[in-house]
């Protein structure tokens, strides 16, 4: 147990911190880029500056990696093309930074690939989309414009990618092509600019147009416009893996059976989630949460009950260990308009399945351990109220959970008074 709460104090101390010194490694690029292509692996960062003559490009990476960094082959030129190559030798995400006049008659965003800009001025080009994101690709975009009044720019987005643009400025059209399962949605629209929607959904050999509109003006009730927003769920299953510690009140009887060391907790699960508006989402489903509890004293079950060995026999060690199955609800509120950061408020309503004593003579031989049935020591339910930061920029890490357990942790009559816990969770 104790390798477990050092592990989980180094991985709170590389979560606080995760903010390191940045060093950015730069390239020049002086002749035209017309056509923009990201593949996955960074986070791209295009960066608008008017004065630029140039495009800068630079891997914004950690101190630590600066000069690893300097080894890495970021990206190709060739005809007014400018290619970001996949990153497979950086951490996933580490910041790729363009800085320039940002006009391209393309930007297109290879499947899994990110980015964001402050600003992209768009010109039209003849049979060039003039964005373009693969499946599960993402792009966030805070001022779109539209230089010519007289130009109609088509904007393609494949399934599970999604578009955010804050604002649309200019004067011109813009043809949105909506495919599958993909996400579109914008903030604030010129009184001019026309925006045509066309959805389309996947059939067996091909997909087929499911809808087709005109969008015009402002926002709908300060709220972005989004193609998913009558699309409420999201149908698919999302694993939930969760280990941590608690913390509790002890019995006040210091002979008590149940007195504890340690509690660690472990639960897995899956769940689906509901769109309730752009910042809100609901997610429910089924969770196990198994709770080992390493025992101060030496015992044994017997007449029902778990009493305390008088110390004569065998020395060994004890953990008493429960099994709860139960339904989950988490309402989360997204930070920002990428949906990477949240917070979140959640219930965990669980019944007892199995209770049992684990026996081990031996600490070196993880498997020489004996197992016995316990009948009525633990509550017959659980119920959890939790609160989390949740973050999709850590790799399998996807965020920090406390929690509280409402319900005493033990059966009536156990013990004297009532148990209750507190404990934390990292999610993953």
Known sequence: MKHIILSLVIVFAVLTCYAQEEVAIEQVINQKINKL??????????????????????????????????NVQLCNFKDEKLTILENTQ?????????????????????DRSEA???YVAAMAQEDLKNIFLGRNSNFYIQNYHITESKIKLVLE??????????????????????????????????????????????????????????????????????????KMWEQTLNFDGRIGIQQGNTPKDANSP???????????????SFRLSNHWRFSSGLMF????????HQVKYEDNELVVI????????NSLKNLYLGATATFYYYLGKREMESIALDFYCAGLMREWLSTTTDPTKL?????????????????????????????????????????????????????????IEIKL
Request: proline fraction near 4%.
């Open 258 to 272: 149940l007195l504890q060391n340690s509690t660690l907790s472990v639960k897995i699960g899956f769940n689906t």
């Open 157 to 230: 987005i494949w399934d599970n990618a999604k578009l955010t643009i804050d604002t649309i400025s200019g004067e011109g059209d813009a043809v949105v092509k909506v495919n599958g399962d993909a996400d579109f949605q914008y903030g604030l629209c010129t009184p001019d600019a026309k925006i045509k929607l066309y959805e389309y959904v996947p059939t067996l050999s091909y997909y087929r147009q499911k809808d087709r509109r005109e969008i015009k003006g402002k926002e709908v009730d300060g709220e972005l416009v989004t193609t998913n927003r009558r």
């Open 367 to 423: 498997f020489a351990r004996k197992y016995a049935t316990v009948d009525n020591i633990f509550n017959p339910w659980k119920l959890e109220v939790g609160i989390s930061f949740n973050t999709q920029s850590l790799g399998f890490i996807h965020g920090i959970r406390v929690f509280a357990n409402i319900l005493p942790e033990y059966a009536p009559g156990v013990i004297q008074g009532e148990i209750r816990s507190v404990g």
């Open 116 to 118: 964001r800009a402050d």
């Open 310 to 317: 008088d110390g004569q026999e065998e020395f060994q060690r």
């Open 90 to 110: 950086l951490p996933k995400g580490t910041v790729v930074e363009i800085e320039g006049p940002i006009t391209f008659g393309q930007i297109a965003l290879m």
């Open 289 to 296: 949460s198994v709770d080992k509890k390493t025992l101060s």
């Open 37 to 70: 292509e990201i593949n996955p692996g960074w986070d791209v960062h295009l960066i608008h500056n008017e004065a630029d003559t140039c495009y800068r490009i630079a891997i914004v990476t950690t101190e630590d990696l600066a000069t690893f960094a300097y």
